[in-house]
């Protein structure tokens, strides 16, 4: 089993949607999660990290941890085409980062 | 704040060729990380540094691969002699303290024919 599950899509949303990216994790000692988004041709952007259960908000993105069921969740409201990228979660244990293989997003106008 | 600076952005060159990819994090990090992501295995960590000593290489894939921080603010990433498999994008990353979010450059994409 892997570290660190995530569903590659590709995903499809009409702008203004609620979209969702979602990552399980097997490791309940992980204290960081991270989510990065990555432009094609790009370096991966750190988007938002959290430190503990519960959710986290920046304007329109929110970051959701469930460590009880080892579960993390992204979600974009009145999603825009400039959304458009890979989504990639991380997570950590000290100084070792585990990455998902990312879930390509595209917000069409 | 300048972010973490790969160069080149490109390097299309022959099998068996020396090839050197260079890094400059952002100021004041101490940990250095080099990555190599592909489509099929994602993003892979090869080696990061702290304090401009090398702490895991783990992940160098082969000898062929090499990394070297000479000073806080450089930091290379060889692969001497290269082949085709070595084709993949190149990231560095760096952080504060090595357990806290990393930042990413734009990456070295590197074709090796």
């Known amino acids: 089993q892997k570290e660190v599950e995530q569903d590659p899509g590709p995903l499809s949303v009409p702008e203004g949607a609620i979209v969702s990216l979602n990552c399980t994790y097997s490791n309940s000692a992980f204290q960081y999660f991270m989510w990065y988004r990555q432009y094609s041709r790009k370096g991966p952007e750190l988007l938002m990290y959290t430190y503990s259960s519960g959710n986290k908000e920046d304007g329109r993105f929110t970051a959701q941890v469930d460590k009880s069921s080892k579960y993390i969740s992204l979600f974009i409201r009145d999603s825009q085409p400039s959304d458009s990228a890979t989504y990639l979660c991380a997570m950590n244990w000290g100084n070792q980062f585990y990455f998902g293989t990312g879930t390509s997003l595209t917000v069409i106008p | 704040d300048a972010g973490v600076i790969q160069s080149p952005r490109h390097e299309v060159t022959e099998m068996g060729q020396e090839v050197t990819l260079r890094c400059k994090p952002i100021s004041g990090h101490d940990y250095l990380f080099w990555y190599r992501q592909t489509m099929m295995r994602g993003l892979e960590l090869l080696i990061y540094?702290?304090?401009?000593?090398?702490?895991?290489d783990s992940g160098m894939p082969e000898d062929r691969f090499s990394a070297k921080m000479p000073n806080a603010s450089f930091s290379t990433l060889k692969i001497q002699p290269s082949e085709p498999r070595d084709s993949a994008v190149y990231f560095c990353?760096?952080?504060?303290?090595?357990?806290?979010?990393?930042?990413f450059g734009d990456g070295t994409r590197l074709s090796i024919l």
């Open positions: 540094f702290n304090n401009n000593v090398p702490i895991d």
């Open positions: 990353a760096s952080s504060k303290e090595g357990y806290q979010p990393q930042h």
